[in-house]
């Protein structure tokens, strides 16, 4: 049986020694992207789709970012400098 929403979860764990992380996952939208990175190690898996998976991933397949907050100013002068610069191409 699929894990239940409560119960899927993802964790990462970085080996400092070999720069690299392993990758535990029964969280489907994350198992479908570990597939396109990586060769995943099936854990367990239901009616031939696997619920539980592991990987190991690179160092540099992981990166950490600040999401990006605008204040409505900034907005509008991005969105005007897009307008104009729209605008040059006809």
Not at 50 to 62: F, H, N
Not at 63 to 84: G, H, M, N, S
Request: charged share 35%.
């Amino acid at each position: 049986m699929p894990y239940s929403r409560d119960e899927q979860e993802t964790t990462l764990v970085f080996d400092n020694s070999t720069g690299e992380w392993g990758v535990y996952s029964t969280v489907p939208k994350h198992i479908r992207k570990l597939s396109k990175l990586c060769e995943l190690k099936i854990l367990e898996e239901e009616n031939g789709k696997p619920i539980a998976v592991g990987c190991v991933l690179s160092e540099k397949q992981i990166c950490f970012k600040k999401e990006r907050v605008y204040t409505e100013e900034q907005r509008a002068a991005a969105a005007e400098r897009l307008k104009k610069a729209r605008g040059k191409r006809k």
